[in-house]
């Protein structure tokens, strides 16, 4: 086949549009090279009909293979926040004493969201402006969603949103009590004070949450004696980063990949207090695929194997025939049903179900019924049938294979849920101006209806 046929052949089956020519992707790509990005030369940004923004392979990339490189003071880590001191300035010159005041009081994410912050009111005088460009100026997870729309939204997507928006509040509220009580006299940090509004802490959040990646630092720096450093304000670990370009990198749960930290022997379990740039000029992140992709395809990584009510709450995205689905029933709902159906569980009964955690993890995916959801059943069914013994059939094989008899008592309740399901996705496919994220959530509501029907089914 000669060159002119292949290009045709390529173009007709094209499903995405290069961005070479897009200027903001220009200036981000040079400031990549001059920051020493070492990214393998197949790889360019694309916009894809399916996935949006993501990386192309224009040849064949096979296992082994390394995506990118990049030198560790070109990501945003633990490290980069500590050696800002001007923004540690702003805990610790502070007519409060915020190490203690605040001590394991906001997740290191919620730190994360303050600093890209703190960035972006520098404008184009950050090292990172370029970067904090070409990130994303919104995101489609549902906490974005109107509060009207929210009524008919799911109540597991519900819960996720509350302890998302739990979790922003508070840290918020702190942020902005420390920042008035700053006595930092930065231009920055007072630009700061005004530019600290709920919107842009949002969409700090949500590019943290949709774009780190896991990085493990805690062999070379020593994360241990943090309590004179403004780390003992967090209440978690400190593993996660922001990497350019490898943060365009869309997520297939088929991908297979592993990341790397190369660091030269010398550098290990260095002290906060010590830790300076020049150090890390020479720790690399890199990673690589284990997958093979054509030319012309997107390149994926695997972000965790992930169900669908985590894409899209977490990520802002939906996944088709999700295999990882599931529809769960908390304990106090499924109480609630049997004693609508004259079923009391008795004191020895409950205290069987909460001794062997069967009033956890109850669930119904394309499988059936999850594993603590059949032995709750059999506790109700046969806990008081003297020839059974619950205890050794939650042991035994005999808990996984499928049991009508079981099924059939929580039948009405699994009817009543796909009523109030497909009621809902009717209010919510009525709604004008269909957006992303509405979208993803009828598409995963639909997924728990036809979870639901397979199980009434079988
Ligand atoms: C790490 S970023 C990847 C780059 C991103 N697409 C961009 O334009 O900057 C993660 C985000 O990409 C999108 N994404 C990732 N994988 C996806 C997929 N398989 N389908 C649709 N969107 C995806 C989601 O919006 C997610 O929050």
């Known amino acids: 086949m000669g060159r002119t046929q292949r290009k045709r052949n390529r173009n007709k089956v094209r499903n995405f549009r290069t961005c070479e020519e897009c200027k903001e992707i220009v200036f981000f790509n040079s400031w990549l ?114 509060g009207d729309i929210l009524n008919y939204v799911d109540t597991d997507i519900l819960a996720v949103i509350s302890k998302q928006k739990d979790i922003i509040n508070t840290s918020y509220c702190i942020f902005e009590e420390i920042l008035s009580s700053t006595t930092s006299n930065d231009v920055t940090v007072k630009k700061l004070k005004d530019y600290f509004k709920m919107p842009i802490y949002e969409w700090a959040y949500f590019t943290v ?31 996660i980063s922001l990497c350019p370009y490898l943060d365009m990198i869309n997520h297939s749960p088929n991908a297979r990949n592993e990341t790397k930290l190369i660091v030269s022997s010398n550098i290990e379990n260095i002290r906060i207090a010590n830790l300076n740039n020049v150090l890390f000029t020479d720790v690399w992140f890199s990673i690589f695929t284990k997958n093979i992709f054509q030319p012309y395809s997107q390149v994926f990584i695997c972000y965790g194997d992930s169900h669908n009510l985590k894409l899209i709450t977490e990520y802002g995205f939906f996944l088709p025939n999700n295999e990882l689905d599931f529809v769960s029933f908390s304990f106090e709902s499924v109480d609630i049903f049997f004693r609508s159906q004259g079923i009391r569980l008795s004191q020895d009964q409950n205290l069987f179900i909460s001794n062997h955690g069967l009033n956890k993890n109850l669930y119904i995916d394309l499988k059936g019924l999850s594993y603590n ?22 042991y035994s094989a005999a808990i996984c294979s499928s049991n009508k008899d079981l099924d059939d008592i929580i039948t009405p309740m699994v009817r009543d849920k796909l009523i109030k399901l497909k009621e809902s996705i009717r209010k919510l496919e009525s709604y004008m101006n269909q957006c992303v994220i509405t979208n993803n959530c009828i598409a995963l509501m639909s997924q728990y209806v036809n979870i639901l029907e397979k199980f009434i089914k079988c």
């Open 33 to 146: 090279s001059k920051q020493g990005i070492r990214r393998n030369n197949k790889l360019v940004l694309a916009v894809f009909n399916e996935t949006g923004r993501g990386v192309l392979t224009k040849k064949k990339i096979r296992p082994g293979e390394e995506l990118m490189n990049l030198p560790l003071n070109l990501t945003i880590n633990v490290t980069t926040i500590l050696m800002d001191l001007q923004f540690c300035n702003i805990f610790l010159e502070n007519t409060k004493l915020c190490l203690q005041h605040y001590k394991h009081s906001v997740t290191f994410q919620s730190l994360m969201a303050l600093y890209l912050t703190y960035l972006k009111v520098q404008g184009s005088n950050s090292k990172w402006f370029l970067y904090l460009e070409s990130l994303p100026k919104e995101y489609t997870t549902p906490y974005f969603l109107r």
């Open 209 to 239: 949450n949709t774009r780190c990646v896991f990085m493990d630092l805690t062999k070379v720096i020593d994360l241990i004696n943090i309590q004179k450093s403004i780390l003992n304000i967090i209440c978690d670990n400190t593993k």
């Open 373 to 394: 959801f059949y032995g709750l059943l059999m506790v109700v069914k046969y806990y008081y049938n003297r020839t059974m013994d619950v205890s050794r059939l939650l």
